[in-house]
């Protein structure tokens, strides 16, 4: 009977010490998606790029989502980085070395629901060099999902075949 009450108690210990450490599942919205922005930068001026968010699941917990971050330019460049949200908050950071030179950015943007399943942010950043760095601000809408662009193309193929 004693080694039953014992077996019963390690049992009912671990699974406790489990429950305790166990880590809250993410309860945060979800950003993941493609993103079209038009920005302004103190030194480059106007631009366009496209960011993607990508939600890491199995680090986000509670109400903190955390992303992997990538920008790509007109000309095919590509930044990657991190974010992190908090709410309505998101924290981005991305750098580049391309063997020649190191290119960093720190941002901060605020985010919005644009549609039931579509988010815009607008992100504040500022990127150090050894001449006092640049900064700019961006506004970015996420993209319409790719199924709904290739519905609306077979819609339209398939009534193309019906008057025919």
């Excluded at 971050?69 to 991190?82: D, K, M």
């Excluded at 974010?83 to 020649?100: E, P, R, V």
Aim: hydrophobic share 40%; net charge positive; charged share 25%.
């Amino acid at each position: 009977m004693k080694k039953l009450f014992l077996l019963l108690l390690v049992i009912a210990n671990a699974a406790l010490i489990n429950f305790v450490e166990a880590k809250p599942i993410f309860t945060g919205a979800d950003y993941s998606g493609v993103y079209a922005c038009k920005g302004s930068n103190s030194k480059v001026g106007d631009y366009e790029v496209e960011a993607t968010l990508k939600l890491n699941r199995s680090i986000s917990q509670g109400a903190y989502g955390v992303y992997d971050f990538n920008t790509e330019t007109e000309n095919s460049l590509v930044y990657r980085g991190q974010a992190i949200a908090n709410g309505y908050k998101l924290a981005l950071t991305f750098n580049l070395i391309d063997g020649l030179r190191a290119e960093f950015s720190t941002g901060i943007a605020d985010v919005k629901r644009i549609s039931p399943t579509r988010w815009a942010y607008t992100n504040h950043y500022y990127e150090p060099n050894g001449r006092g760095g640049d900064y700019g601000t961006e506004y970015c809408v996420m993209k319409k999902p790719a199924k709904a662009a290739k519905k609306a193309k077979s819609v339209a193929v398939k009534k193309a075949v019906d008057t025919e």
